[in-house]
């Protein structure tokens, strides 16, 4: 891997010394797992906050297409040193109280605007729908408001502790999940009695054309074979089937401002760090239309990334810190028009 300086504001560097008491970490160096090119240039490189191991790893940007990976990064027999039990995508506990008027409005704007059972809409629904619209204002307020498919089979990629699957099976899906770590996969099937597969794609369990719908909720910055996943999830869709894709932009205002303390690095958990360009070019060629990429703001993900940045002794961010919620809410909103938003996600329908 050719390793090139970079003029980044936080500094670059090729190397990962990485260790620990007990055992070691394994790491290897790979090609970029979009173009398959092996020449880089370095960004910057930072440490795993979650686990307080020792060392750094460090990101690289492929100097052919652009993606942005961690490289060198754990194999697979590290990896999971690095997804504690406390991991909080594993937790669904107090994530979503069921509120009956907060689910009646979305309930409403569901059918309005995505096509949810039943149809047509009476006067009453569409005047709660607008109410929903007031309520549930911002982007990241409703991110997971995808549109409904005929058939309604939707299969959710790392669906983590469940929350997902059980609002739409709530909404009129009929839901599955996919799961890595069995453990949370048999505490998803006890709690909500909704089937998941352990497991990831490609799986063998699955048939072609099984499903209208399948989602990747911050889940395509983990795996390590990105365009490999996707094949695998175009094939399950039926014609018309939906593909949803949420992950952190490495584009962002926060990124760019932030660096090594952004949150939505989660070094070394992700592998991948997309932008739209480079999320876009994973798409498997001809297999799908009507792509779309929305910028979601997240003034949390921001302001978290800004107290973590002086925590760790970056003193230029504690002008940020003073600032009142009104000024985060609508300066990070901003991020939305000018794409530069915390999050992206892709919505693609199936040829």
Not at 13 to 38: Q, V, Y
Not at 51 to 74: D, H, M, W, Y
Not at 318 to 327: D, F, Q, R, T, V
Request: charge should be neutral; glycine fraction near 6%.
């Amino acid at each position: 891997m050719a390793i090139a300086a970079s003029a980044s504001r936080w500094g670059a560097t090729g190397a990962c010394a990485f260790g620990h008491d007990e055992f070691a970490i394994e790491l290897e160096t790979i090609p970029c797992p979009s173009c398959f090119r092996t020449d880089f240039e370095a960004v910057l490189s930072s440490s795993d906050f979650l686990t307080q191991f020792k060392g750094e790893f460090a990101l690289a940007r492929c100097t052919s297409c652009n993606l942005v990976i961690t490289n060198p990064r754990p194999t697979m027999d590290s990896i999971g040193y690095f997804y504690p039990d406390e991991y909080s995508p594993y937790d669904a506990n107090e994530l979503h109280k069921t509120n009956w008027w907060k689910d009646l409005l979305e309930r409403a704007a569901l059918r309005c605007y995505h096509g949810y059972p039943g149809q047509p809409v009476d006067l009453t629904t569409r005047l709660l729908a607008l109410l929903a619209l007031r309520r549930f204002a911002s982007r990241k307020k409703r991110h997971d408001w995808i549109p409904f498919r005929e058939g309604g089979k939707l299969l959710d990629v790392g669906c983590g502790g469940g929350v997902f699957l059980e609002r739409m099976r709530k909404f009129g899906w009929d839901v599955c999940g996919l799961e890595m770590a069995e453990d949370v996969a048999r505490r998803v099937e006890r709690r909500t009695g909704i089937k998941v597969h352990v497991g990831t794609l490609p799986y063998a369990g699955f048939q072609p054309q099984s499903f209208d719908a399948v989602t990747f909720w911050h889940v395509m910055e983990h795996v390590p074979n990105p365009r490999e996943v996707l094949e695998s999830a175009a094939k399950l869709l039926r014609p018309k089937g939906l593909l949803v894709i949420e992950v952190p932009n490495i584009e962002s205002w926060s990124f760019a401002e932030f660096g090594p303390y952004w949150y939505g690095l989660e070094l070394p958990r992700h592998f991948q760090h997309f932008s739209p360009t480079t999320l876009t070019a994973m798409l498997p060629e001809g297999a799908f239309r009507n792509v779309e990429i929305q910028q979601i703001a997240a003034p949390s993900l921001t302001r978290l990334s800004a107290e973590r940045a002086v925590a760790e002794g970056c003193l230029d961010a504690a002008k940020w810190l003073g600032k009142p919620k009104s000024y985060w809410a609508e300066h990070v909103n901003r991020t939305e028009s000018n794409h530069q938003a915390d999050l992206i996600r892709l919505v693609a329908e199936r040829v």
